[in-house]
């Protein structure tokens, strides 16, 4: 009995074994609800963006062979691509451009990590960077308006995943929907700003770079002018780099040490950043074992969803006449075509013989969107629960602040961050 404790208080005391909690937490209904309103709202804001049609598709199509397709796939013709096709152009939105091909990758980022096949991952995010590189290139202020609505949208989501990912992991309690975003609207501000301080930083520290280049159009005294100010620009960029790699490395644990310690922007900026210098090994380690499982976890959810909507299509479809003599042709199929687990939507119904398979079509495919948003919804939930538990470690490991710790209301100052 004594060594079955032994290896019990072993195992505890391994922390980063902590990460596994993150899909009991992150499953929790009112986080899972808490995400999916955050996916709609977000959704709703790109449809209602998408009536201004910009992108260039290719005519004939059915709007399979967009400029995005085209850039990544030879970004050699995509200006002829423009050139041929822009007088032509049927036209489509940015954000029903974009969305399907960032959940192509993400999907592909998750089964390469799930299958350890990091060349995988590599090509994954190598395409979605220049997706986006893609999207603020050419269709930079419809982007700039969008990532705005979507920061607002998930810096309220994201503190209250946060906020109950942190009283469940601490406390063992599990707040409801509506405690949650109470704390994710209350410290808004700091959410929104955690993010965009060091982008700002940066482009400070940039601009008298860019300043000096022009100076440096001037003849002859230009080449002299940036010679003479080389140092300066080389202290600039070095406080470029260590800004930049501090808010890639250490984004994951702003919200996080705002939903803890009841931090401003500026002090979660500044644990974050102290967290990934001072311990880089240990926070790339724990960073990867959450990527892992939650690739793992996430292949989970989806293989569920994908059971969940085949075991109703197939049930469905053996209960349904056919609407002639040969067996090919179902009447679910004009209005449900049936999932795959590459595509739980499904691929698009033949057109529809009636008003009725129109209306059941629409709501059918309503009811699968529901089904695919919980999916999303836990991804954003897993994500944002899994750093919450990182940041705890990390505060544990550097400043021995104890894992059951967590700034509440009624025992702090609630104008101030609690203390260190």
Request: one cysteine or more; glycine letters at 6%.
């Amino acid at each position: 009995m004594e060594n079955k404790e032994q290896f019990a208080d072993f195992f505890n005391n391994l922390l980063f074994t902590k990460i596994f909690q993150s899909f009991r937490i992150s499953i929790q209904l009112s986080k899972l609800i808490i995400a999916l309103l955050a996916v709609g709202a977000i959704f709703f804001a790109g449809w209602i963006m998408d009536f201004s049609k910009t992108v260039v598709v290719m005519p004939d199509t059915q709007g399979k062979t967009t400029e995005l397709q085209i850039y990544i796939a030879d970004p050699g013709q995509f200006k002829s691509f423009l050139e041929n096709y822009k007088t032509k152009n049927e036209g489509a939105g940015v954000f029903i451009t974009l969305w399907p091909f960032v959940c192509e990758k993400l999907h592909g980022i998750s089964n390469s990590l799930f299958e350890l096949n990091f060349a995988g991952v590599f090509n994954n995010v190598t395409e979605y960077l220049k997706a986006l590189k893609w999207a603020f290139r050419y269709h930079f202020v419809y982007l700039t308006i969008f990532l705005t609505i979507r920061l607002v949208v998930i810096a309220v989501a994201a503190g209250a995943i946060c906020r109950a990912a942190a009283m469940q992991f601490a406390r063992g309690e599990r707040p409801g929907v509506g405690e949650s975003l109470r704390f994710g609207i209350k410290k808004f501000k700091s959410f929104f700003a955690a993010p965009l301080i060091p982008l700002v930083i940066i482009i400070l520290a940039g601009l008298p770079i860019f300043l000096l280049g022009l100076l440096g159009n001037i003849p002859r005294i230009g080449e002299l002018i940036i010679s003479i100010f080389m140092p300066l620009v080389l202290i600039a960029g070095f406080a470029i780099t260590v800004i930049a790699i501090g808010a890639i490395a250490g984004f994951n644990l702003m919200f996080p040490a705002i939903a803890y310690d009841n931090s401003d922007c500026l002090d979660a900026i500044s644990r974050s950043f102290s967290y990934v210098y001072a311990k880089p090994w240990r926070m790339c380690f724990y960073t990867a074992i959450a990527a892992v499982y939650g690739a793992i976890c996430y292949a989970f959810v989806r293989f569920f969803a994908f059971l969940l909507l085949w075991a109703a299509h197939l049930f469905l479809r053996l209960g349904t006449w056919t609407n002639d003599s040969s067996s090919q042709f179902n009447k679910l199929t004009a209005i449900w075509s049936g999932p795959t687990f590459a595509n739980l939507a499904g691929q698009s119904v033949q057109a529809a013989h009636n008003w009725s398979e129109s209306f059941a079509a629409f709501m059918l495919h309503l009811n699968v969107l529901v089904i695919i948003g919980l999916v999303i919804s836990f991804f954003i939930s897993f994500y944002f629960s899994a750093n919450t538990i990182i940041y705890s470690l990390m505060r544990n490991r550097l400043d021995n602040t104890p894992l059951q710790k967590i700034y509440m209301p009624s025992e702090n100052n609630e104008n101030g961050p609690a203390a260190k």
